[in-house]
């Protein structure tokens, strides 16, 4: 062995024949690709520590009184409610169209994406958050529409609600 491999991190051997050899783990280039359900994790996840990072205080997975999901719904610390889809990909975006169904229940509405998501195909309207499993970006802030005052009271005590439900499951 040389002196250059004697201090390199190496690669244990496998069983396969063509795998007894030590092989250097700097010579071995590994390529991370995610599945749409850990992309839509890692999305969500990041997604949530940014809004946590600007003040909101985030719920995952929030039913809406119209029957729809928010993947994320937060509440900023002057009542302002934010909801964020997360898209995972370009085919989940172009499947799943019901996102402007979610207007009615939030004052800024954004998507969430992926680092590799082609932004430039999501309209231009709604905010943009880029984000990966350790944290996010505004990319495009969001418009901001007010919820009417007794509608913003049914969501917020809603999603209070909600909150200690979840925090108090055993």
């Not at 719904?73 to 889809?85: L, N, P, R, Y």
């Not at 207007?103 to 969430?112: G, I, T, V, Y």
Request: glycine share 10%; net charge neutral; proline share 8%.
């Amino acid at each position: 062995m040389d002196g250059w491999s004697q201090h390199q991190p190496y690669l244990a051997p496998g069983t396969q024949p063509e795998h007894k050899a030590r092989v250097s783990a700097a010579a071995v280039h590994l390529e991370l690709v995610f599945s749409r359900p850990e992309t839509t994790q890692a999305v969500t996840r990041g997604a949530a520590r940014l809004l946590i990072d600007m003040g909101y205080a985030p719920l995952l997975e929030v039913c809406l009184p119209n029957g729809r999901r928010a993947d994320v719904m937060a509440v900023g610390k002057t009542g302002d409610i934010v909801i964020c889809e997360v898209k995972s990909g370009l085919e989940d975006y172009r499947v799943d169209r019901k996102w402007g169904e979610y207007a009615p229940f939030c004052d800024a509405f954004f998507f969430a994406v992926g680092p590799e998501f082609p932004g430039d195909i999501l309209p231009d309207h709604p905010g943009l958050i880029v984000a990966d499993g350790f944290g996010g970006a505004v990319v495009r802030e969001a418009p901001v529409a007010r919820l009417a005052p007794a509608r913003r009271k049914a969501l917020t005590v809603a999603l209070a609600r909600l909150g200690a439900m979840r925090a108090i499951r055993l």
